[in-house]
T-cell receptor, first 114, second 114 residues
Framework: AQSVTQPDARVTVSEGASLQLRCKYS??????LFWYVQYQRQGLQLLLK??????VVQGVNGFEAEFSKSDSSFHLRKASVHWSDSAVYFC????????????FGSGTRLLVSP | GPKVLQIPSHQIIDMGQMVTLNCDPV?????FYWYKQILGQQMEFLVN????????KSKLFKDQFSVERPDGSYFTLKIQPTALEDSAVYFC????????????FGSGTRLLVI
């Protein structure tokens, strides 16, 4: 069955440091992949998405993610984090032939310390 | 950008009572979804709705749950009767197409069943 795994429940980084949030998916083909961010008491906002083509996709606010078919991964990166990046980040997947639902990972809570 | 509004933002209800969660989707969207997020856990798909019908539902969508969107008004999730394990944040989403990247999420209704 399709699943998404985010192995790190919490990540703490210092402001200005680089960031990587890990995501692995389980699916025999190549799903559509997404990263969402959830700020406190708000809905999810789409950061970036991958459908096909260039494995490195750019998103909002300096975020990017890299798709790796061999590793079944879609890790999120940012070169230099800001305190306002503190939030919960969800990796998600949707299989191309069934676009009616999205499977989410368990989320990674990012805390950016001053 | 366009928003999905969820009313109320918080609801406390006695176990066994009925509750209706309301979602005001983006006006031209055609697909509607409910997701459930228990505190500290991932968002899980409950149900999607298109053209006046439930298209798919998960095993979390118990018999006590129902959805409707009468006359293009609110998209509602009704739970009758409620149980303690229904306590969670319920997120509504809508989309113009069935592509996950088109989803617009609401900020959630925090339901507490006591």
């Amino acid at each position: 069955a399709q699943s998404v795994t985010q192995p790190d429940a919490r990540v703490t980084v210092s402001e200005g440091a680089s960031l990587q949030l890990r995501c692995k998916y389980s699916y025999s083909g190549t799903p559509y992949l997404f990263w969402y961010v959830q700020y406190q008491r708000q809905g999810l906002q789409l950061l970036l998405k991958y459908y096909s083509g260039d494995p490195v996709v750019q998103g909002v606010n300096g975020f990017e993610a890299e798709f790796s078919k061999s590793d079944s991964s879609f890790h999120l990166r940012k070169a230099s984090v800001h305190w306002s990046d503190s939030a919960v980040y969800f990796c998600a997947a949707s299989i191309p032939t069934g676009g009616y639902k999205v499977v989410f990972g368990s989320g990674t809570r990012l805390l950016v310390s001053p | 950008g366009p928003k999905v509004l969820q009313i109320p933002s918080h609801q406390i209800i006695d176990m066994g009572q009925m509750v209706t969660l309301n979602c005001d989707p983006v006006s031209n969207h055609l697909y509607f979804y409910w997701y459930k997020q228990i505190l500290g856990q991932q968002m899980e798909f409950l149900v999607n709705f298109y053209n006046g019908k439930v298209m798919e539902k998960s095993k979390l969508f118990k018999d006590q749950f129902s959805v409707e969107r009468p006359d293009g008004s609110y998209f509602t999730l009704k739970i009758q009767p409620t149980a303690l394990e229904d306590s969670a944040v319920y997120f509504c989403a809508s989309s113009l197409t069935d592509r996950a990247s088109d989803y617009t999420f609401g900020s959630g209704t925090r339901l507490l069943v006591i």
